[in-house]
């Protein structure tokens, strides 16, 4: 059963670092990219970004970019999410999940439990 | 700055037929933009319902259905019940490997 776990979630003081881990098994991790999603308390989902199969490609939400780094180790089937210089508004629970492509289309399945982060002086 | 537009909260009595759409703030949402529909309950993970505009994900019942309405994604619920009672959220593909995620609808069943 392809199953997502993350890790490293707290409480953090503005302008400090976190770095959260999303820990893979029961799937080929190397066939598949992984995305981070997170969700503010009583707000919607939000993309934040993804990386690829191979860790080449990755990509981020304008609303992240350059604070944020994803990474993957794919000997570990771990994803991280490096968050530099945190804000208040990045307060959420985040999930990681794997995007699943095929032929017929692609989905984000399974999700993770999600990690809450807490951003406040 | 491309927003994906859901209405906020929709209400369906027991039995009923109810559409929930997924729009852009500019443009029209096309098969390409890959729309795909989340169901959420409160502390739990988002579970996927439909992708591809309207392919069902294993699982779901078939009283859920996809498609495209117009200019926008739709996801119709045939025969509502209770425990569709949920926030449901589409997501879209918006090019150079980035998502979007609608602001979700609130759905009561009653």
């Known amino acids: 059963q392809p199953q997502l776990v993350e890790s490293g979630g707290g409480v953090v003081q503005p302008g400090r670092s976190l770095r959260l881990s999303c820990a893979a098994s029961?799937?080929?991790?190397?066939?598949?990219?992984i995305h981070w999603v997170r969700q503010a308390p009583g707000k919607g989902l939000e993309w934040v970004a993804h990386i690829g199969y191979d860790g080449d490609n990755k990509f981020y939400a304008d609303s992240v970019k350059g604070r944020f780094t994803i990474s993957r180790d794919n000997s570990r089937k771990t994803v991280s999410l490096q968050m530099n210089n945190l804000r208040t508004d990045d307060t959420a629970v985040y999930y990681c999940a794997r995007r699943y492509d095929t032929s017929r289309g692609n989905w984000f399945d399974p999700w993770g439990q999600g990690t809450l982060v807490t951003v406040s002086s | 700055q491309t927003v994906v537009t859901q209405e906020p909260s929709f209400s369906v009595s027991p039995g009923g037929t109810v559409t929930l759409t997924c729009g852009l703030s500019s443009g029209s949402v096309f098969s390409s933009n890959y729309p795909s529909w989340y169901q959420q309950t409160p502390g739990q993970a988002p579970r996927i319902l439909m992708y591809?505009?309207?392919s069902r994900s294993s699982g779901v019942p078939d009283r859920f259905s996809g498609s495209i309405l117009g200019n926008k994604a739709a996801l119709t619920i045939t025969g509502a019940q209770a425990d569709d009672e949920s926030d449901y959220y589409c997501v879209l593909y918006m090019g150079s490997g980035k998502w979007v995620f609608g602001g979700g609808t609130k759905l009561t069943v009653l």
């Open positions: 029961g799937f080929t991790f190397t066939a598949y990219s």
């Open positions: 591809s505009t309207s």
